[in-house]
């Protein structure tokens, strides 16, 4: 047997378990040119929720009963592909499948020199990736200027207020728990931190940024938005990476920002992290050698069991995480 996990029905708002269902299939052989992988862990990601609606967007959505999929980490464990052996690990973007087949040349062997396995969903990966190329391309941070981060305490928002640091800058971050303001805070060493719901949003901003905001990275929209713009320092850049207080809100409104972005002559860009893959290597090595430098540091909630991958999934909408949220599946057979 091979469990999978199909999405069944396309959720309004919020994606819950009638959403999704574990299945039973067969487990597949591999073609020449293929591998046989198992999977060790599996990434969940806010994106994935656009994925289960059926509209158009930068990447196609999930089909009705058929496996939802990702980014994982997988071993080997049959090859008919030359450049990857029975024992490899592997990364790659694989249906929620415990046993899937694919391309040998879809695949990319993971260096476990780099760094625990399990950075090349985050930290050396796409999360990582998407902080670099945001900040340092669209954000254009110089030293002595405010940063404000929104969902600080995640996967991208935790390695943007880290760079934010490393280039000179004042960091402001905005998350959804006081552990996560005290991680941003005391781990971090951001220069102010914002629970955004406990506090009022707009006047501790105005506290924390007494030389108004240069540089915002976008990772919620939202109400935490709307509480940014006025802050908007003349020629403020904003690289607008996400927008999850919105995901599970069908005709979502709010204030207007136009009038924000033409008194504060700001630049506005919204980005998807492959509009950067030509440039993957640059970005990989700045973050990995910020890694062995120790400069960046990186956390990591993981839930165990294939099962439990929908329930991960969930929490990122209710701010479950600190850092990438993970599930393990199964162990490397060698450690
Ligand atoms: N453009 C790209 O290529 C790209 C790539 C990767 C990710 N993204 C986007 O970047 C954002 C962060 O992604 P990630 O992978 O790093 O996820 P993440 O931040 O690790 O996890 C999501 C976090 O969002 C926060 N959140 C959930 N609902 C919220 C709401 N209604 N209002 C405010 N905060 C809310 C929660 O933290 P709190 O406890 O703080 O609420 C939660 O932990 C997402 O919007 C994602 O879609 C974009």
């Known amino acids: 047997m091979n469990k999978e996990i199909h999405l069944v029905k396309r959720p309004e708002g919020t994606p819950t378990d009638e959403h999704i269902q574990i299945v039973n299939g067969e487990k597949p052989s591999p073609a020449e040119g293929e591998v046989l992988v198992q999977l060790l ?31 994982v980490v997988a071993e080997i464990v049959e090859s008919k592909y030359d450049g ?30 780099l760094g625990p396995i399990t950075y090349s969903l985050g930290i050396l990966g796409m999360p990582g990736l998407t902080a670099y190329f945001g900040l340092m391309d669209i954000g254009q941070p110089k030293e002595g200027e405010t940063i404000v981060v929104s969902g600080a305490a995640g996967a991208v928002g935790t390695v943007v207020a880290q760079i934010g640091k490393i280039v000179g800058c004042r960091v402001v971050g905005i998350a959804g728990t ?18 955004y719901k406990t506090e009022n949003v707009a006047d501790a901003l105005e506290k924390a940024c007494p030389d108004g905001v240069d540089v915002y990275f976008d990772n919620v929209g939202g109400d935490i938005s709307d509480a940014v713009y006025p802050l908007l320092n ?19 409104q709010g204030p207007r920002m136009q009038m924000h972005l033409i008194k504060s002559s700001a630049l506005i860009k919204g980005f998807t992290v492959g509009d950067y893959q030509d440039r993957f290597q640059e ?48 162990e490397p057979s060698q450690k």
Request: glycine content about 8%.
């Open 178 to 195: 006081d552990d996560k303001i005290d991680y941003l805070k005391n781990t971090l060493q951001v220069d102010e931190a914002i629970n």
């Open 84 to 113: 990857l052996n029975e024992g490899d690990i592997v990364t790659g973007m694989l249906p929620w499948k415990e046993f899937s087949t694919a391309q040998g040349d879809q695949l990319r062997k993971v260096d476990p020199a």
């Open 283 to 330: 970005g990989f090595q700045h973050l990995s050698k910020w890694v062995q430098e120790g400069k960046l540091t990186y956390e990591e909630t993981i839930q165990e069991g294939f099962e439990n991958i929908p329930n991960a999934f969930f929490g990122l909408f209710t701010g479950e995480n600190l850092g990438k949220q993970l599930v393990k599946v199964n």
């Open 41 to 71: 862990y599996v990434s969940v990601d806010p994106y994935m929720r656009g994925r289960m609606n059926d509209t158009k967007s930068y990447i196609p959505p999930f089909a009705l009963n058929e496996p939802m999929a990702g980014g």
């Open 234 to 252: 003349k020629f403020a850049r904003i690289a607008q990476c996400g927008a999850i207080a919105s995901y599970n809100v069908p005709n979502d």
